[in-house]
């Protein structure tokens, strides 16, 4: 047994994968992947807590795999399989959807922003597993004994509930889940919208314009960071609270180049916005054409290439698991 710790993590097939995606989440998957053992899933079963369609989602979970290859991830080394291959998320999260609180649930950030906001506070229409999403979020940990996840700032509410429910169920019936801790990024764990800087760039952002995705094309991309919004200030600053868009035009120069912001701010005291913005295009453009060129490549070989080792893997993942489900059946009294 190797004494790495353990990093858990999964992005859902709801979408084409953003720029936010990979900075927040792929791309520190690659950095840490020699350091951690590391179980990287794709979140089917998340997917379909959102509106969705057959046929696209399982082309999103096809790319989300071809992508993580592409990005990077070594699928010698760290565990890609798809999330509704292992049943025991299902059965964990039954468990822990008895121990938690409608109060709890309803308190969710992602929760209110998703659904209350829609439809008021009139909740009859809201699909449950909008609701419970978190739980099953908590038992994909959970299940692991996961010591690290790496999540963006908008899962850190998430992974608060999945500790306390960690806690709980140790205080009640002894211990049987490791506390996992969350994984801070340094930049990136909240890259912006480049038109509307208040809300996280996001697959589901009315405003296309605002949103990288990681297989647009190098005019699309080159438009979008031209065009991004900034102040009138044309001072390269990173001031978060009075020069929001341009500090996170610096966030993802920083984190696409591993550059500390202050020697960007430095290097671009006395230049403009415009030249700043086509430096970062350049960036932007060389780093996902790399990324498009092999995820083209990987596509193509899915079916023989990636498609058995993801299976492989999520039946290794179900011989571990299963161990866990035991335990806590046995603990709480379901088996003898
Ligand atoms: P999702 O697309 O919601 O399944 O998110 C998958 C992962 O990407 C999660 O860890 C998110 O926190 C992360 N993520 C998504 N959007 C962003 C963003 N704009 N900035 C940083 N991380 C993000
Ligand atoms: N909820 C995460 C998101 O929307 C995806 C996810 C599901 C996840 N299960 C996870 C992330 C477990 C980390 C660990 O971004």
């Known amino acids: 047994m190797s004494n790495k710790k353990i990093m ?4 859902q097939p709801s979408n084409n994968l953003t720029l936010g995606n990979y900075l927040g989440a792929l791309k520190p998957f690659v950095d840490l992947q020699k350091k951690y053992k590391m179980f990287v899933f ?9 509106e969705f369609n057959r046929a696209m989602l399982l082309k999103n979970k ?5 992508l993580y290859c592409a990005c990077g991830l070594d699928i010698k080394k760290t565990i890609i399989f798809n999330q509704s291959d292992v049943c025991s998320h299902n059965d964990l999260s039954h468990v822990l959807l008895c121990h938690t609180t409608l109060g709890e649930l309803k308190r969710m950030t992602q929760f209110k922003t998703k659904a209350l906001t829609k439809n008021d506070n009139n909740t009859s229409f809201i699909r449950t597993g909008l609701l419970t999403y978190p739980i099953l979020m908590a ?10 996840v790496i999540v963006g700032a908008d899962q850190k509410q998430h992974l608060e509930l999945t500790r306390n429910l960690a806690i709980r169920m140790n205080n009640k019936y002894g211990k049987m889940f490791n506390i996992p801790q969350p994984f801070i990024l ?36 080159i438009k979008k960071i031209m065009t991004a919004k900034t102040d009138s200030f044309n001072k390269i600053r990173y001031d978060k609270k009075n020069q929001l868009e341009i500090s ?3 966030e993802i120069y920083a984190s696409l180049t591993d550059k500390n912001i202050n020697d960007i701010v430095k290097k671009y005291r006395n230049k403009n916005y415009k030249l700043f913005k086509e430096d970062l295009a350049n960036i932007v453009v060389e780093k996902l054409d790399i990324i498009q060129k092999k995820f083209k490549k990987i596509s193509k070989d899915f079916d023989k290439k990636i498609e058995p080792i993801l299976k492989k893997n999520a039946e290794y993942c179900t011989a571990i698991v299963k ?10 009294g379901l088996t003898k």
């Open 8 to 11: 858990v993590s999964g992005i």
């Open 186 to 221: 340094k930049n990136a764990s909240r890259i912006m919208d480049l038109v509307d800087a208040k809300i996280k760039m996001s697959k589901s952002n009315k405003n296309q314009n605002g949103v990288i995705y990681l297989l647009d094309d190098k005019q699309t991309i």
């Open 62 to 66: 096809k790319n989300i795999a071809c």
């Open 323 to 332: 161990r866990k489900t035991k335990l806590v059946y046995k603990k709480i």
């Open 248 to 250: 996170n035009l610096l």
């Open 139 to 148: 038992a994909d940990i959970l299940l692991y004994d996961t010591d690290v």
């Open 42 to 50: 794709i979140a089917d079963l998340h997917a379909i807590t959102n």
